[in-house]
């Protein structure tokens, strides 16, 4: 029909569950206030007309609808899209990765140096953040599966931000970093600084306790996380074919590799400026290469603070289901463990209880494919857990590098290794259309190059000779 025609509701159907027509032509939701930005035009073309008719439909159901709670405009119902999850998704997965494998491994020397810490305990600073996702993986992922992703995805978010804020507190209850003259002296010599971070602090040895704060911050930041890997891409991939979720969720994953690379260039930036602001370091005989330096570590996380809490709004409004869901869902195909398809987990109702846990339990760990993906993917973490952490701190050691360069180094290297691989790994899978068995002969492929590349760590550079410690004290 070439003409215009509006939406009209017939009297005798406006019930409080289905969208009606104010005078002010604003869409109110059952218990809700008006939007000042549903205003719509007074008349659509047919095409948006048949849009705006299934709109109205799934006004009676609010749970498929963008909002906060009964606060669910007209405007934002356009947003219901798999790209807007994937866009704001991109953006949770950066800073998670911003924060926890790039500011945290890039300020642990300077930390150390600061708050007097040993590398074991540095060590389990990173490493709570693996005890949080431990302790919180099950019962989030599962709990997450039958609720509102989006709720559990923007709570995360909430948490990671409060947990960054928490990281940064030493520095507010610390005070000003003080430091002699003398110790500046003392720490001087042919070694790196990084080996002898104990001998060059300034000596007041309760500074040690601000560990505990760093504990529950990066506790924080690991419980967060969990909803990010879990229920972000599950979140995706219900929601988009099958041949469009490789391509995906190569996307998101590469902007959570991207959020580690810049991680290490803006943190290796952010310590090439003296920790307390207001206080000239040049009046103090300082610069980034003195021994006694300590850069502004803690303005990163405040930053991501902030960051954190912006991105969670927009991914708390996206609703439990998309317009998309129901179709994606019809047109895929099962490709699950024969033994799971002959299960109780066929079951409509399997799930809907915390009972069904056990049950699910048992399913998985009876599925080869799983089990066997599921260690493939934990030798992964165990490499990177300490490669990323102590990579800088190493390359610092063994080459007598900055902090700052250290850092800039990984950085450099991260981005077009594991950010491209990822990225072109979605691509291949798409433009192949590889079906999961194809799928996974490719990761073993990958797997054996990274294998027979792993050597390399063999090779390393020998001690400096450091009299009375690796070498004989001569008369």
Not at 311 to 325: C, D, E
Request: glycine residues 10%; charged residues 10%; neutral net charge.
């Amino acid at each position: 029909m070439a003409g215009t025609a509006s939406l009209r509701i017939p009297n005798d159907i406006r019930a409080p569950s289905t969208l009606s027509v104010s005078s002010s032509k604003s869409y109110l939701i059952p218990g809700g206030d008006e939007s000042p930005c549903t205003e719509q035009p007074p008349s659509k073309t047919n095409g948006s007309l048949n849009s705006m008719s299934e709109l109205s439909d799934s006004f009676a159901e609010t749970d498929k609808l963008c909002g906060w709670g009964n606060f669910r405009p007209f405007c934002l119902q356009n947003f219901r899209t798999p790209q807007w999850v994937l866009f704001w998704l991109c953006w949770a997965g950066a800073l998670q990765g911003l924060i926890v494998n790039g500011f945290i491994n890039v300020v642990i020397t300077t930390i150390e140096k600061r708050y007097e810490l040993k590398s074991t305990e540095s060590g389990l600073i990173a490493g709570c953040y693996d005890i949080a996702s431990f302790i919180c993986l099950i019962p989030v992922s599962y709990l997450g599966g039958t609720r509102s992703k989006p709720f559990f995805l923007g709570s995360g978010l909430i948490i990671l931000a409060f947990g960054s804020l928490v990281f940064s507190l030493p520095y507010f209850l610390a005070g000003p970093y003080t430091f002699s003259q003398e110790q500046d002296f003392q720490c001087h010599s042919g070694l790196p600084s990084v080996n002898y971070s104990l001998t060059c602090s300034p000596g007041d040895s309760s500074l040690s306790n601000y560990k505990y704060i760093f504990f529950i911050g990066q506790f924080l930041h690991g419980v967060g996380a969990v909803p990010l890997y879990t229920l972000g891409c599950t979140y995706i991939d219900e929601n988009v074919p099958t041949k469009m979720s490789s391509m995906y969720l190569g996307i998101f994953y590469t902007m959570a590799i991207v959020g580690p690379a810049l991680g290490y260039l803006l943190g290796g930036q952010l310590l090439k400026i003296y920790v307390d602001f207001g206080i000239n370091a040049n009046d103090l005989g300082l610069s980034p290469s003195s021994t006694v330096w300590v850069g502004a570590w803690w303005v990163g996380f405040v930053f991501c603070a902030v960051i954190g809490f912006l991105i969670a709004i927009p991914m708390l409004a996206f609703p439990k289901t998309l317009p998309s869901t129901a179709k994606v869902k019809a047109g895929k195909v099962s490709e699950m463990h024969q033994k799971l398809e002959e299960s109780e987990a066929t079951r409509v109702s399997f799930g809907s209880s915390i009972s069904d846990l056990p049950v699910s339990f048992g399913l998985l760990i009876k599925n080869p494919t799983f089990v066997f993906l599921s260690l493939a993917g934990a030798s992964e973490g165990f490499l990177l857990a300490g490669l990323a952490t102590f990579l800088p701190k190493l390359i610092e050691s063994q080459f007598s590098y900055q902090a700052s360069f250290a850092a800039f180094i990984v950085g450099t290297v991260t981005i077009p290794g594991a950010g491209g691989g990822n990225l072109l790994g979605g691509y291949v899978v798409k433009r192949f259309k590889m079906k999961c068995a194809n799928i996974i002969r490719m990761c073993i492929l990958f797997s054996l190059m990274c294998l027979a590349f792993s050597f390399i760590f063999i090779l390393h550079c020998p001690d400096a000779n450091f009299a009375g410690v690796n070498t004989k004290l001569v008369n």
